[in-house]
């Protein structure tokens, strides 16, 4: 089975459609041993799956249910998937999340067209999130959503904004209490009560270690401004 090497994790898996085959090939890596996470469905999983969502194809299938089957073994790692657009800027890595349509990706666009080439997204849909000897760290994967918009890097995380639209510019720092339920909705929540605890218990220690901001911005260059003047102050 092809090995790879995403969020610091050894995965075995092996995807046979154009998606997944592209968007895995730069993290590919050969180590030695045991994989730390194995991901391997059925043709018969496949089959049941189309079964039950016949808008998907062949394809889109396989590239989402291995991004979950990543995902749900991620929380064994003290990790998580957030359904957030996560970009990279000056050594830190700061993620936008909301509601699908809310303007995520156009945010972090935001600052690509402000702040130039030195802005990388590390990962424009589902970054992982795990904390490594004490710090959390947001990772590209292969599994960004419509777009191929990863990077196969992590970099510690700076920052999780909470986005809304808005005709003027805002935003506010906010505790951890205050976002729990938002954050649970853009997240991967397991279907068992164990690695539902361990959800829980990387959601609090993540809420307790890393800012979190709400921000209320239009399309313009000064909410990208205004978001990482506030963020990157949030370090200080």
Known sequence: MPKYRIAELNVEMAPKHPTLLRQGEPYLYDFSGEADVVVDFSEEFYAQKLKEHPELTPDLCEYLWMGFGFYRKLVQYDGLMLHASALAYQG????????????????TSLWR?????????????????????????????????????????????GGICILERSKENWIKRVQGKDVIFPLMHQTLRPPDAQNMDRLLANLDQLLRTVPIYRMGCNISEDAARLACETMQGGLE
């Open 92 to 107: 830190r890595a700061y993620l936008f999340s909301a509601p699908c349509g809310t303007g995520k990706s156009t945010h």
């Open 113 to 157: 067209k402000t702040f130039g080439e030195d802005v990388v997204i590390l990962n424009d849909d589902k970054p992982a999130l795990r904390q490594i000897e004490g710090v959390y760290h947001a990772f590209g994967t292969p599994f960004s959503g419509k777009t191929d918009q990863n990077v196969n890097i992590g970099v510690p995380l």
